[in-house]
C-alpha cells in the first residue's frame, strides 16, 4: 500500500494544471483555466482547472477531482500506475512495501514475462504491417470492403502471409517458449511447430492502455474459422476485452456513447464512414466484465448486433450480461437492423445518416425485455401470463434495487395483468434468487450488495465459470489438439448440464469444516476435501469474493510464501472460502506456483481441479492489479470488518446482557474502527 503521506506529498510537488494541459487545450478565464471536457461533448467549455486548489470540475458532467484523478479517468491507468507516472515526472521514487526476496523476484519474473511478450508481438506486428504493403490480394480484399489506406493505418491492420513458418524470418529462434506462450505459434504434440496465423487480415487487439496484448485474423479467402483470435495469454483474455476501445475512446467521449457490435470489420467499417464511436465483442458472448468496461468508457451504450436470429440471441445474452450493473443513470439500448445485414454492411449500402437515424431508434432495455419475454409466452391466457412472470421473477431480482426495477417491474405487471400490489405479493411469496445468486440463499434486503450490483465484485453472470468465454470454434481444424492457454480439452466443450456450451454450476458449502489455522502446509494436498466443503452440488455458482481472491492468488502466487495463521484465520470467517483456504493448503504443500503446475498437483476431479480449470482464463487478466499484496490485504479486512460487523449485530440483538458480551462488542468496534481507517467501510 502506498503510504498516505507519499501521495499528498507526491500532490503538492505536481501542478494539476501542468498535468491536465498534456491533454486538453486550456486558457486563462480569470483565477482559473478553461477548456473543453475530455469526459464529455462540448461546445462551449465548462471544465475549469483550479490553479490554487488544484483540482479540476466540470461543470457539464460533474467531473472533479486531483492530478492522479485525472490520470486514472482520462488514461484508463490504475491508482498505483497513476501515482508512479506521476512521481516519476516529479522525480520522486513510490515506496515499496516490504517483501521477501522471493516475493520481489516472482514479481520481477511476471513483469519480465509480460514485456517478454508484449516484444514479441510488437515484432509480429510490424512484420504484419510490412507484409500488407507487399500483397495485393491483401489490399484489394480491404478496398473491396470499402476501407481505405487511412483508416487501414488508424487500426493498424496487417497481414499474416500464407507461410506455415513466416514468423521464422522474424525470430530466428523460432523455438522460443514465448512465441508459443504468446499466441503466435502453435505447438502439436508431436513437437513441431507452425504459424498460428496464415492468409489472413490482422487485427491487434489493444487494452485500455493502448498496449498491443493480441491478434484477430480474418481468413480472405476459403477456410474455417472465419474469424481466429489469439488464445488465452498471461496478457489477453478475450472475455474480458474490447475490439477498438483505445482507438474509439475519443469518439465515444465527443459522441457521449458506445456502440457495441459483434465483428472486428464492424468496428472498422463503422469508422471508416466516420462512425468511430464503436467497439466490439472478441467472438465471444458479452460478459458482465464488458459491460463494466463498456460504463467506464460511456454512460450510455447502444448493443448494435446483426439482424438475424443469431444476433438477436447475442442480443439477450448481453441484456442478461447488463441486468446486475443496471442503475438510474445509465442507459442501455439495442438496436436490431433488417435480417440481412449486419453494422458493416448496413452502413455501406444505406450510408452513414441511415445508420445514425438508426440508433436515435434504438429499444430501451426495459423495452426488450418485456417484448422478448412476452414473444415467449401466450399472454392471451392467464397459463402464458404466469409463465411469463415465472420466467421474469430471476430476470427482475439480477436487477439492483433502483428506480428503474421499480418502472420495469410495474410494466411486467401491466403486462401479466397484475396491479403493481398483486405483483409485489407474488414477488415478495417466492422471492426468486438473482442470476448468481445460490440456490437456496436468502434474499438480500434492500440496500445490501447483491452479485453483481454496484458495490459487489462479482465477475460473472449465469454460468460459475464463465465457459461461454472460450469458443473452440477459434481453433482451425487442423489445429483443433492444440488445448492450452486457457482452452479446455475437447472432452470438455460442452459440459454436461450446461446450455450452450455452458457449464452451469453454483457454489454451494457442505459441511461444519472450520479450516483450522493450525495447518501449516504440510503433506501430500490434492485438493479433494473429505467433508465436502466448498464443493458443488447441481447448479450453483461461486461467490464473487471467492472467485476474487482464487484468481488473485493463482494470477500472483507469491502471496502464498506470506501467509499466517492469522490470515487463514480470517479466510475462515469469510462465506464461502472453503476453496481459497484449499489453494493455498495445496500450494504451500506442492510448491507449486503456476496455474498449470497447480492443476497437476490437484487431484483430477476434485471441485479445486475444476475451479482452477475454470478460472484459468481470468486469471490471465490481472496485468490490471500491479500491487497484489494490497489487494490481499484489502479483501482480508474486508472480510474481517463484515464478520466483525456481523458478530456486533448478533450480540446486540442479545442485549448485551453479560459483561463477556459487552467486553467483547467493545473489543469488535475498536476492531472495526481500526479497519475503517484502513479505508474499509
Known sequence: MIPESFIQDLLARVDVVDVVGRYVQLRKGGANLLGLCPFHNEKSPSFTVSPTKQFYHCFGCGAHGSAITFLMEHTGASFPEAVRTLAASAGMTVPEENRSPRQQAETARRKAEESRHTQVLDAAQAQYLKLLKASPAAIRYLKQRGLTGEIAAHFGLGWSGTDRHGLSQVFPNYDDPALVEAGLVIESEDGRRYDRFRERVMFPIRNARGSLIGFGGRIIGKGEPKYLNSPETPLFSKGQELY????????????????????????????????????????????????????????????????????????????????????????????????????????????AEAFRACLGEAVALSR???????????????????????????????????????????????????????????????????????????????????????????????????????????????????????????????????QGGQRRQEWKPKGDWKGKSDWK?????????????????????????????????????????????????????????????????????????????????????SDLATVLKGLRADVLSQE?????????????????FDSAKLEMAKLAAGGLATEEARKRYMELNQRMMVLKGAGIR
Open 244 to 351: 477498438g476501445l483505445w482507438e474509439a475512446r475519443q469518439a465515444i467521449r465527443q459522441e457521449g456513447q458506445v456502440i457495441v457490435v459483434e465483428g472486428y470489420m464492424d468496428v472498422v467499417g463503422l469508422a471508416q464512414q466516420g462512425i468511430a464511436n464503436a467497439v466490439a465483442t472478441l467472438g465471444t458472448a458479452t460478459t458482465p466484465d464488458h459491460v463494466k468496461k463498456l460504463l467506464r468508457a460511456s454512460d450510455k451504450v447502444i448493443f448494435s448486433f446483426d439482424g438475424d436470429g443469431a444476433g438477436r440471441r447475442a442480443a439477450w445474452r448481453a441484456l442478461q450480461a447488463c441486468l446486475p450493473v443496471l442503475r438510474d443513470d445509465i442507459a442501455i439500448r439495442f438496436l436490431f437492423l433488417p435480417a440481412e445485414h449486419d453494422p458493416d454492411s448496413y452502413v455501406r449500402e444505406l450510408g
Open 624 to 640: 490490471d492489479l500491479p500491487d497484489p499484496q494490497t489487494e490481499w490485504d484489502d479483501a482480508l479486512r474486508r472480510i474481517e
Open 368 to 498: 426488450f425485455l418485456l417484448d422478448e419475454l412476452a414473444s415467449r409466452h401466450n399472454m392471451d391466457e392467464a397459463e402464458g401470463r404466469a409463465s411469463c412472470l415465472h420466467e421474469a421473477k430471476p430476470l427482475l431480482a439480477a436487477i439492483p434495487e433502483c428506480a428503474l426495477r421499480v418502472q420495469i417491474e410495474r410494466e411486467m405487471a401491466k403486462l401479466v395483468q397484475l396491479t403493481p400490489e398483486e405483483m409485489a405479493q407474488v414477488l415478495a411469496q417466492q422471492p426468486a434468487k438473482p442470476f448468481g445468486a445460490p440456490a437456496g440463499a436468502k434474499p438480500q434486503p434492500a440496500g445490501d450488495a447483491q452479485a453483481g450490483s454496484p458495490g459487489s465484485d462479482t465477475g460473472f453472470m449465469d454460468a460459475g465459470y464463465d465457459f461461454a468465454g472460450h469458443d473452440f470454434h477459434d481453433i482451425p481444424a487442423e489445429e483443433s489438439d492444440y488445448i492450452d492457454h486457457g482452452h479446455f480439452p475437447a472432452s470438455q466443450g460442452e459440459p454436461a448440464g450446461g
Open 521 to 605: 502446509g504440510k503433506g501430500n494436498w490434492k485438493g479433494r476435501r473429505e467433508d465436502g466443503v466448498g464443493g458443488f452440488e447441481g447448479r450453483r455458482t461461486m461467490p464473487s469474493l471467492a472467485k476474487r481472491l482464487l484468481g488473485l492468488l493463482l494470477a500472483h502466487p507469491e502471496l502464498v510464501d506470506s501467509m499466517g495463521d492469522q490470515q487463514l484465520e480470517v479466510i475462515d470467517h469469510g462465506p464461502h472460502l472453503g476453496l481459497v483456504r484449499d489453494l493455498i493448503m495445496l500450494a504451500q504443500s506442492s510448491g507449486a506456483r503456476h496455474v498449470g503446475a497447480l492443476l497437476e498437483a490437484a487431484e483430477p476431479d
